[in-house]
């Protein structure tokens, strides 16, 4: 069974910075594409960045230049790093992860960014 575990969510002002991380297991699992949506109250979950397994990535417009993802495929690990944030940028994270049989979801952490 494959499980994600988040951290790195938290309150923050504007301006500020956080990294969120989530381990993919089991570490014998294989993981294609991984990356983060957020939902922020009363909206539909959306993507924020993707990366593929070869290292690309994919990120919205609004977090460009901003946020970066990476991740480690020895740790089956996919960071954020979130600087210059807005509170537009508040929203429950998700980070996901592909791999043969499907997707798989992390429980979500709480991104909140003040003013």
């Known amino acids: 069974q494959v499980q994600l575990v988040e951290s790195g969510g938290g309150l923050v002002q504007a301006g500020g910075s956080l990294r969120l991380s989530c381990a993919a297991s089991?570490?014998?699992?294989?993981?294609?594409?991984m990356g983060w949506y957020r939902q922020a109250p009363g909206k539909q979950r959306d993507l924020v960045a993707s990366?593929?397994?070869?290292?690309?990535?994919t990120y919205t417009d609004s977090v460009k230049g901003r946020f970066t993802i990476s991740r480690d495929n020895a740790k089956n690990t996919v960071y954020l790093q979130m600087n210059r944030l807005k509170p537009e940028d508040t929203a429950v994270y998700y980070c996901y992860a592909n791999f043969y049989a499907g997707t798989s979801w992390g429980q979500g952490t709480q991104v909140t960014v003040s003013s």
């Open positions: 990366i593929t397994v070869g290292g690309s990535t």
């Open positions: 089991p570490s014998t699992r294989s993981f294609n594409g």
